[in-house]
T-cell receptor, first 112, second 111 residues
Framework: AQSVTQLDSHVSVSEGTPVLLRCNYS??????LFWYVQHPNKGLQLLLK??????LVKGINGFEAEFKKSETSFHLTKPSAHMSDAAEYFC??????????FGSGTKLNVKP | DGGITQSPKYLFRKEGQNVTLSCEQN?????MYWYRQDPGQGLRLIYY???????QKGDIAEGYSVSREKKESFPLTVTSAQKNPTAFYLC??????????FGPGTRLTVL
């Protein structure tokens, strides 16, 4: 069965330090991959997406993610966290655009 | 959120009542989706529609109904058959084989 796993339900970093949010998916068949961010009581906002172009994808707000087929991973990173980055982040995978599989989310806490 | 509106933002329902959540889009996207979000569970698909006058059940359709009479609108009705409807409901649209875009959500609470 196809699935998406976000390895950490909570991540806490200090402001100005790097952010790493991890995502693995179940199949080596090439998917389309997305990261979304959700602030409390808001909808999901697209951060970035991978659709078989360059393996390193740059998104909004300084975030980027690297597609590693051999590891079936699509981890989200940012060099320096800002207080405004505190939110919940969702990794989403689609193998044919007919269905989207959502990870369970990672809540990012940024300490001053 | 741009181009997708959901109303109301907050909705309260008494036991045994049906309620309808609105989702409207001006993006001219063909496909529309309804998801339910519960804490710690990510998003689960309720119903989706790829064209007008056609829709399919998702993973958790029981106790819900939808209609798609216009391209711009995809209302979701939460019926009294839904035993645990308290949740955050998100509507999304999709253009062809591309990214999904989300509305701002409706928080439904059963009193």
């Amino acid at each position: 069965a196809q699935s998406v796993t976000q390895l950490d339900s909570h991540v806490s970093v200090s402001e100005g330090t790097p952010v790493l949010l991890r995502c693995n998916y179940s199949s080596s068949y090439s998917p389309s991959l997305f990261w979304y961010v959700q602030h409390p009581n808001k909808g999901l906002q697209l951060l970035l997406k991978y659709t078989s172009a360059a393996t390193l994808v740059k998104g909004i707000n300084g975030f980027e993610a690297e597609f590693k087929k051999s590891e079936t991973s699509f981890h989200l990173t940012k060099p320096s966290a800002h207080m405004s980055d505190a939110a919940e982040y969702f990794c989403v995978v689609s193998w044919n655009f007919n269905k989207f599989y959502f990870g369970s989310g990672t809540k990012l806490n940024v300490k001053p | 959120d741009g181009g997708i509106t959901q109303s109301p933002k907050y909705l309260f329902r008494k036991e045994g009542q049906n309620v309808t959540l609105s989702c409207e889009q001006n993006l001219n996207h063909d496909a529309m989706y309804w998801y339910r979000q519960d804490p710690g569970q990510g998003l689960r698909l309720i119903y989706y529609s790829q064209i007008v006058n056609d829709f399919q059940k998702g993973d958790i359709a029981e106790g819900y109904s939808v209609s798609r009479e216009k391209k711009e609108s995809f209302p979701l009705t939460v019926t009294s058959a839904q035993k645990n409807p308290t949740a955050f409901y998100l509507c999304a649209t999709q253009r062809d084989t591309d990214t999904q875009y989300f509305g701002p959500g409706t928080r439904l609470t059963v009193l």
